[in-house]
Structures are given as structure tokens and as C-alpha cells.
């Protein structure tokens, strides 16, 4: 498939998956407060810093605010200038898909384009500010339909696997930062606290995940168990492991297709990323510590998005490296073996 | 306060073409003459169908299918000093309706004139008999613009120049069709013809149903083949792409469009590079051959090593790929100088140049004032013409002359003298009407067609075509940038 357009598939569901995941985040940020004494220092601070927008912040609205919960929910979810702003990741959601319309089923452009006419229009701005709830619950209900819709309306071929890809990659970096926020909270100790306790809940709810660890973990409810079921069960959709299973599984398939002579930088750097992780468990983390684990695996997957954005879609202006593939393949012999339906050598 | 109320009860119950009056002097597509008795026999089921409803039911039909369109993001971009914003391309829900054996007359002669502009052009380009002959004076066809000495000696796949041509016709004031000008270049609209259709069949199926409009639902398909069959290499699947300026473009829905209507890539220039005279696309598996590319861009842009060196959507090295038949481009390059107004006076004369025939489709009546008589008929009677210049486009170097004031006369009489080889000039014509619906219920609107013509190994036309209608009353342009719109386009069998 056409590079550029494997990068809009991509890149569509790494912007979905954002809006899914903030979505959830904030909700449960904002109803959860109610269930954390007072006394926890930072709520909200955290958000910003993860999503790497802390000096934006700092300097557009100013440190005083980091605690307000409604200056910083319109921060994350409608500043335009934010480009991780729900709005932000909205509208490059709806540009990527609206450049590959050609790729994507009908279906899936009219769902990506309803939910732009409304969460860029007044009725949703009137549902923020009446019922916070719902609202969350419906930019997350989008997110949701569409993947769903996406499995039952499109080819699943390569175009395909670049949007699930995406999604994988993405899931596994912001679990991983989403249990940052939080890591404090998930260290192993002696006693817990019910602020403890709460934060775990808050954990699992923001990655739905509540219901889903209380039907696997045979443990009590504890920070170990917690990292431990976010981080290696492979069997929950959104913890880190079944999201590395998924995209080491993706890549393979993409690469199959692919010439052998072009060399996969993403499946090294996959390898490096999968390696360091799958000899741990959870004691490891922990010794290790899960702040130092979790960074370790944001920067592995950003440095496999680099290897995959390398192989399947260099920068236009690198020409050189695509005319030097050319060179290195055997070159159509014949005008009738052109037309030939197989893949280009 | 209260009277306004009074009538809004009064027009809710109002039938749709109730008081409708055609204009003076005007063909009107529905109406023969005053009152419901004078339809059509082709529009007589439509009519009888849309008296059935009132403005009431009506005004609900047109928001549906509105939202529809907005939804579906069927819209083109408009920009300005506050952004972009995204409109969609009005459309009025009284279908404009043609009588079937009629349509054949057209078909005919739109399928004969695309055959002699084909002619043409591989004449100009190759042995360019009829500029030798004196058919068509050599000097307009080097002063065009839009001719490309750089393509001389190359002949495109098969022959065919002109896959895809929009014909624009319009009805006098005696309802026969003429064609307005031609369109050889990169043509558009097609997708709202398609869509357009799709939401007619949502808002009334049950007048479609009655109704046997000709299907246009084949247009992708007869597209991708006449692709296929002009794409070179043998058998086996042709890769095809549709090559598109880019997202920020107006017409970017309907490159996405076509590209999924017909299944292939849709692909900008920087998608694609060329490497010993073969196209490749940038592909996740590496480069793949490319042997069709139905392109959007303009012959300026196609190509910075033969024509603009600065421009960014083109493909280096495209025209060589082309040239050296590995590649088909669809349309041909260099095809405008057959749909330059100053050649399309001679249209008639190619017809019996290469076909031998007499023309089937008439054309508006035009004066060369490149020839003397012609041009002194012109200057003593300036006010009755519309005059235009040849090398300019959209409106531009145009004098409408039973509207222009004494001062525009003088200057354009000025501009004559000096250059006559640059104009030609035609008597306005009373674009015929068709019912319309404004905010003041059905009036009578101004509207063309621009039917579509597909060429592979044989010429297809599309059935009807896009109808555009000039919203404004009393306006004569039709474009959608200057308050046009569209209709959809029915040939119907009259009495069924």
C-alpha cells in the first residue's frame, strides 16, 4: 500500500486511542476525586506532565491552575493549541481518515465525521458543561464504535493492520504512562491506605479494567497486583504485554509481504523492546522500580514507532534510500512482466 | 406579526407547483406554458408526484437531504481570511428531467464530437494535416496557451487523448441543446452526479421507483475499464491510481471518491517517483509499478523536469515515462488546446475533416474575429454579443454586451481593434429554466448540463449528467463559487 497512507492509517487510531484513553482518564479523574481524602497532594498535575504538556501549561496557564480541576479538564479536553487536547486528537482523527477515505469503509468515515461535527460543535460543549459523565461517556463511546465498526467493515489487509498496529503501539505507551500517573500509589508497602486503595480503583477504572481484574486476580486487591495485571496479563486488551503481543504479531504480517531485500529496522527494535520486558515479572518491577520500568517502556515503544515510521514510511524528502532499493531488486525484464499482479520486486 | 403567521398557514398547505411561471422568452424543462396542464410528458410523473407533497413536506425532504450530504461529508472547501470552512455543494431536490429519445439525439453527438476532438488531437501533436490544410488557422492553435510544443511526436496508449470529457450544453430559447464548450482537461463534478443520485433515491423512492430514470450508477466501472484498456503491458491486473493535488484541494472528495468508487490508490505527487522512464509508487513494500494514472493535476503541475520547474505536486520525470509508453495518463497531457475558445468554432470543420459527417449536436454560433468579416459584423453590432477572449478563463476578458455599460463598450471596441486573433464572440442565450426551489417556494432557475463522456476501446455516455442551476434569480452562472447548485438528472421514457 501507498507509504503515505499507511502512515494516515496509522497515525488515525494512535489519535483515537488517545481520545479513548483521555476520555476515560478524566472522567474517572474527576468523579474519583470524591473518593480520595484531601490530603493527596496532586490530582491533576500528573495528567499534564505525562502527556508532556507541563511547560505548555506552565506557561499558557499558569502553575496556579495545576489543581483546578475545570481549568485543567478544558485544558485536555478543548484547547486548540493543546495538540493533545481531545479537540486537538479529534480533529487529526478526522483529517487522517478524511485523506484516506479511499481506504476506509463508508462506514467508518461517516462515524470519524459525525463524531468531528458534534464534538466541534455547540450540542457537545452544552453536554460538557450540564453532565460531565456523559459526555466522557459518549467521546468515549465513539472511540469504541469505531474500532468496532473498522473490524466488521473493512478489508482486513494491509490497510488494516496498519490501524490495529497503530492502536497497539499507542495502547502500550499510554497504559504505561496513564500507570505512571499513578505510580506512587502502586508501590509494594506494608500497609495501604485507603487513599491507596482508591487510587487503585482509579487505575483500573480508567483503563476499564475494574471488573475485568477482579474476574482474573485471584490476589486482593493490592499496588503488586495491580502493576501486575496492567503490565503482564495477556489476556486483558489493554495491558502492556497483550499490546506488545499484538503489535510483534502485526509486524510480522506486514513484513511477510515485504521484499526481503529491505531491512526491518521495526522488527529489531520490537525485538529490543519485547526482550527486556518479557524476562521480568512483576517482583523484577518492582525492584527495579516501576517508574524506571515504565519509562523504559514509553522510550521503546516511541523508538519502535521511529523503526516502523523508517520502513514503511520514510520522509518524501528521503528519495535517495527508495532509489537505492530499486537499484538492489531485479529490475521488470519485460513490458508483459510488469503487469504482472504480484507484488513489485 | 400576525399577518406574517396568516401566511405561513396559507403556504403550508400550498402545492408544490402551485403559481409556478416560466420566464419569457425561455425554454422552461417542466412547464410548456402557464398552469399545471402545460407539463412535459417526460416530467409529467415527477410533476404529479411533487404536486402530491406540500411545502411543508417538502421543506422536511430538503433539510433530510441536506444532512445527509453534511454527514456523509460530501462538501467542498472554501477558503478565506478566517480559515477554511466546508461547505456543501447546494443541491435542489426537483430533479431536471429529459425525455429518453431525446437523450439519444445528444448522445449521439456528444460521442461524435469526442471522436473528432480525439482526431484532433492526435493530429496537432503528430502530423497536424489540418493545420497544413488550412482547416484550422495555425496560428491559433501555436498562440493557445494550453498547446504543448514539448509533447510533439508522442502518442499516448491506443490513441485516446480524451478518456474523460465533460460537454457543456446548454437549451436555447427553443429548448434544442447546443454545446457551450468543451472540457478535455481534468473535468469534475462526476461525484456529485453520483451522490446527488444516491440521495434522490433516499428522499423519494417512491417517485424513482415510477419513475425509470436511466441508472449512472456504472460510471466508476466504465472508468476503471476504459483505464484498463489503455494501460499498457497485457492482461492481467493494471495498477492504477488516481493522482490528486492533495487534501487542501476543493474537489479532494471526489479524488477519494473515484479512487474507492473504481478501487484503486489515490495518490499524491510525492507518492510516486520514476526511475528509468517506469512509475513507481511509494509503497510499505517498497516500490511498486504503476501502468494508469487517472490524474487531477494540471498539465502545469504534472511534471517540473517539461513544464513548471517549481511545482510540488507533480511527478519528475512523468512525461518521459509517459512518452516512452510505459505509462497511460488519463486525460492526455496537453488535450486544452482542443477545448481552447478559439478553436471551438472549428469543432464543425474537424467533424467533416476527419469523420467526413455533418455535425449531429449544434454549437452556439460563434464570429472568429480573427476573420475580417466576421469581426466587422461584431464591432457594428457590440452590443448584442457576448465576447471573450480566447486565452482567458472563468469570466475573465469578457464582455457581456447587451448588459455592459457605453464605457465598457468603448474599451472593449479598443481591445478588438488592437487584437482581433484574440477574440471571438456569440449572441447571449436564454439558458432555459427549470423549477427550482428558493426560499419563496418553486421558481424558475437558469441551469446547463454537463454530461460526461468515458473512452476506452468505445465512448460511453453517462445518461443525463450534472445539472447545474444559477440560484440567484435572474442569474445566468451557474457555478457553484458564484451562488450555483445542482440537480439531479433524469432521462426518462416520456408517457411511462
Redesign the interface.
Known sequence: ??????ESCFWLSRYLERIDTWSRVLDVNSSFRLDIPQSTPEQWRPLVIVLGQEADFLERIGAEHFEDAEVVQRYLVWDETNPSSILSAARAVR?NA?????VIS?EM??LV??FW?WINGRSARRLFDRDRDAFYARVNSHCLMFHGTRYSTMLHD?PYS?IVLGRAVERAGLVARVLDVHHHALRDREETSPADAAQWIAILRSCSAYEPFFKLSSSVLSGAAVAEFMLFDRTFPRSVMYNLDRTGGLLQQ?LR???E??PPASQTAFERVIGSFIQMDVEDVLEVGLHETLTLIVDGVAQLCDAIEY???PA?DA?AP??R??ES?P??AS??S????A??? | MAASKGSRADSVGRKLFEGYAPLDDTWDEFFAGQGQEAVRPAAQRVADHLNALSRADFRRLKRLADDTF????ITFTLYDEKGSTERIFPFDLIPRVIDAREWETVREGIVQRIRALNCFLADVYGAQRILEEGVVPRFLVEGSKAFRPELMGIRPPKDVWVHIAGVDLIRDGEGRFVVLEDNLRVPSGVSYVLENRETMKKTYPEVFRDSQVAAVESYPHKLREAMNAV?????????MA?LTPG?YNSA?FEH??L??RIGC????G??L?V??D?V??????????I?AIYRRVDDDFLDPKVFRSDSLMGVEGLIGAWAAG?VAIVNAVGNGVADDKGIYPFVPDMIRFYLDEEILLPQVETRVCAREDDCRQVLDHLDEYVVKSVNEAGGYGMLMGPSASKRQLKEFRKRIEADPRNFIAQPRIELSSCPTWTSKGVEPRRVDLRPFAVTGDDTWVLPGGLTRVALRKGSYVVNSSQGGGSKDTWVVEAGR
Open positions: 500500500m501507498i507509504s503515505r497512507v499507511a483529517e478524511r485523506t484516506i477515505r479511499e463508508v468515515w461517516a465525521n459525525e461535527l494491509t496498519f506486514i509481504e515485504r521484499p531485500a529491505l520502513d514503511f514510511f518524501i528519495v527508495l532509489g532499493r530499486i531488486a529490475a521488470p513490458p508483459s510488469d503487469s504482472a499482479p507484488p513489485a520486486p | 453534511l454527514r456523509s461529508g494501460a499498457p503491458g497485457e492482461g492481467g491486473r493494471k495498477r488516481v487534501p479532494y477519494s471518491y479512487a474507492r490508490a489515490l495518490v499524491q510525492s507518492d517517483f526511475d528509468r517506469r513507481y509508487a511509494r509503497t510499505t513494500n517498497g516500490p511498486t509499478p501502468d510505459n
